[in-house]
């Protein structure tokens, strides 16, 4: 089992729909969660962050965090063409390692 | 601009040379990582150096050696490499090596091998 999985895409979406990206992770002792953006050719890019059960919300972007299920979600309101990119979720825990665990990352088309 | 930059951009070269990719970070910052980009693959860490001691070395071979003088500069010099050595090589730091601080990125280094 990959410590963290997400689907590969593409994640296709029409401009102005919202985007949903999901990713589950093995570690039930992972405490933050980071979602960056990359363009390709381009280096990752932070996104969001979040470190608590719930919703986080910044602008367009919210952060969906459900520690039970192990899982954590990037929802992208009012989808631009600009926001296709492929993006990565990771992972930390307070120990152990102490860098991020990446997912493959989703790639997103945003349809004119 | 994240303040974190690398040199060089892109990188070529062949199996017997000697070569070192570098990272800087105007950020003020505790902790440095190498990472590496395969196609297709998610990235993986290589090396993390907090306060410029190496705190994690990920099963990396040994033709790759880092190097972090003080805490805005990291090195990875490169020896002997192999054709899948090939990969984009991303630096990154964070104000400490906590699980909470966020970890910026610089541009990365498009390096082939031939």
């Known amino acids: 089992q990959k410590e963290v999985e997400q689907n590969s895409g593409p994640l296709s979406v029409p401009e102005g729909a919202i985007a949903s990206l999901n990713c589950t992770y093995s570690d039930r002792g992972s405490q933050s969660f980071f979602w960056y953006r990359q363009y390709s050719g381009k280096s990752p890019e932070l996104i969001m962050s979040?470190?608590?059960?719930g919703d986080k919300e910044d602008g367009r972007f919210t952060a969906q965090l459900n520690k039970a299920s192990q899982y954590v979600s990037l929802l992208i309101r009012d989808s631009q063409p600009s926001d296709s990119a492929t993006y990565l979720c990771?992972?930390?825990?307070?120990?152990?390692?102490?860098?991020?665990?990446f997912g493959s990352g989703t790639r997103l088309q945003v349809q004119p | 601009e994240t303040g974190v930059t690398q040199t060089p951009r892109h990188l070529v070269m062949g199996m017997t040379n000697k070569k070192s990719l570098k990272c800087e970070q105007h950020l003020g910052h505790n902790a440095m990582y190498w990472y590496k980009q395969s196609a297709k693959k998610p990235l993986e860490l290589m090396f993390v150096?907090?306060?410029?001691?190496?705190?994690e070395n990920n099963s990396v071979p040994s033709r790759f050696s880092p190097e972090c003088p003080n805490s805005s500069h990291l090195f990875l010099h490169l020896h002997t490499l192999q054709p899948e050595d090939s990969a984009l090589y991303l630096c990154a730091s964070s104000r400490t090596s906590g699980a909470a601080d966020t970890q910026y990125f610089g541009p990365g280094t498009r390096l082939t091998v031939l």
């Open positions: 979040i470190y608590s059960n």
């Open positions: 990771a992972v930390n825990r307070y120990t152990g390692r102490r860098a991020l665990t």
């Open positions: 150096y907090s306060l410029e001691e190496r705190v």
